[in-house]
């Protein structure tokens, strides 16, 4: 894994010390008090870790299922049609 640059720390420093920490589904954000705005922990440190922007089509899966397991090693992106086929297998398929 890489390290990660003092700008990239600051960011996740900063969002650790200004945010609180809400958990909704499962998923761990980082609510920003001042601006409301809210980031899902998972897609920040993928970002962070990997220097990527994900669209709204890329998903972060967790390998392990435990979504608040945000750890830089369980976490995966996958396109959306993908990550749905793979957490609805063997249950009900989508219908187009
Ligand atoms: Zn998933």
Redesign the pocket.
């Known amino acids: 894994m890489r390290e990660l640059n003092k700008e990239e720390r600051n960011f996740l420093n900063y969002l650790r010390k200004n945010c609180s920490r809400v958990k909704y589904n499962g998923y761990i954000y980082y609510l920003d008090k001042k601006t409301k705005k809210k980031y899902k922990r998972s897609r920040v440190i993928y970002q962070i870790y990997n220097s990527v922007k994900l669209n709204k089509f890329n998903?972060?899966?967790?390998i392990d299922?435990n979504k608040g397991n945000d750890n830089i090693e369980n976490l995966k992106v996958?396109a959306q049609e993908e990550?749905n086929s793979?957490?609805c297998a063997g249950k009900r398929r989508s219908k187009k």
Do not use: E, P, R, V
């Not at 998903?59 to 967790?62: G, N, R, T």
């Open positions: 998903l972060i899966h967790h299922n996958l990550h793979l957490h």
